[in-house]
């Protein structure tokens, strides 16, 4: 994978990028962005598959499974925040984890919304597009 060539100072293209290593999981996300209105940059099965893609694609969203193999979701979190090219970007971290440490694990990592699965792609479509519309990060 290629990676990006953009200036320094260069902000969130549009889009998302969506990591999750379950492919039905992966396609309701998908059209839970396409339904917000988001293009989909890339959709990947692996943690570190989607650090490539995000750093190749610096989108403005990335909705990443917590449980993944060859990276987790929170180390590609942790990743992404130690980057300050990607400083502006959202993350969406998603998991079947509901217990009070899993959520703040999430949140540790600076993630800015930790959604629980199962979801319904129409709840899930409002959340990308409030994470979408909100801006750059602070």
Known sequence: MSTATADEGTTAGPGVVIA?????????????ARRAGVDVL????????ALDAIREHRP???VLDVAMPRLTGLQVCAAVRADHRLEHMR????????????????????????ATKPFSPRSLAAQITALTT?????
Not at 26 to 32: N, V
Not at 134 to 138: W, Y
């Open 20 to 32: 999750d290593d379950d492919t039905d999981i992966r396609r309701l996300i998908e059209l839970a």
């Open 42 to 49: 890339a959709a990947v099965d692996n943690g570190a598959s």
């Open 60 to 62: 403005a969203l990335a």
């Open 91 to 114: 993350i969406m971290l998603l998991s079947a984890a509901v217990h009070a440490e899993a959520v703040a694990a999430g949140y540790d990592a600076q993630a800015d919304l930790y």
């Open 134 to 138: 909100m801006g750059a990060r602070p």
